[in-house]
């Protein structure tokens, strides 16, 4: 089965910098998205992309955040200075026929 | 905003018992998603449902799309403890954007 690929695994870092979480979605796909799902709780929609812009985005999705997709493969996420409530599963996602999630990035701000 | 309710929070079943999740939307749908995550997984799509009163089958698992357009159930025949993990539905209001539900979260005890 096709599958979505995220990285890092885990990413640690200290609140004010910068993260970036990659993501290769499956190839054929056109609708890219970031999910987050803080420990225990559900999972929140940050963005969908498609045709190389954002098409939708949530409140969460302040200035804080970008997505970028740089080559013909990659899908990034970029948060500009982390603060601790971003730490949480960061889940990438493309979609079909049927929606594909990747196995998450933990992101823990210290 | 739009809300997503599910019912109940956690259920807990001897194994080959039955289980129902109930999703249940503040206002009419698009269509909906239902996810299945297992402990420190990723959510996995199960199923979607766009048509009025829809009812899907696979193997052990229906899933039934309300009258209106506002709520849904997820039912498990006979469970299995690969069923454990937590059942989200995922409520579209003709976007890109997929509000989650809390979620429910099943234990299958052997």
């Known amino acids: 089965e096709p599958e979505v690929t995220q990285t890092p695994s885990h990413q640690v870092t200290q609140m004010g910098q910068e993260v970036i979480l990659r993501c290769v979605p499956i190839s054929n796909h056109l609708y890219f998205y970031w999910y987050r799902q803080i420990l225990g709780q559900k999972v929140e929609f940050l963005v969908s992309f498609y045709n190389n812009e954002i098409s939708e985005k949530s409140e969460i999705f302040d200035d804080q955040f970008s997505v970028e997709r740089p080559d013909g493969s990659n899908f990034t996420l970029k948060i500009r200075s982390t603060k601790l409530e971003d730490s949480a599963m960061y889940f990438c996602?493309?979609?079909?026929?049927?929606?594909?999630f990747g196995p998450g990035t933990r992101l823990t701000v210290l | 905003g739009q809300q997503v309710m599910q019912i109940p929070q956690y259920q807990h079943v001897q194994e080959g018992e039955d289980f129902t999740t109930y999703c249940n939307s503040s206002t009419t749908l698009s269509n909906i998603q239902w996810y299945k995550q297992r402990p420190g997984g990723h959510p996995v799509f199960l199923i979607q449902l766009v048509k009025s009163g829809e009812v899907k089958k696979q193997k052990r698992l229906t899933f039934q799309f309300g009258e209106a357009k506002k709520n849904s159930s997820l039912h498990i025949t006979a469970t299995q403890t690969t069923d454990v993990g937590t059942y989200f539905c995922?409520?579209?209001?003709?976007?890109?954007?997929?509000?989650f539900g809390p979620g429910t979260r099943l234990s299958v005890l052997p």
């Open positions: 996602a493309s979609s079909g026929r049927r929606k594909f």
């Open positions: 995922a409520a579209n209001n003709y976007g890109q954007n997929f509000v």
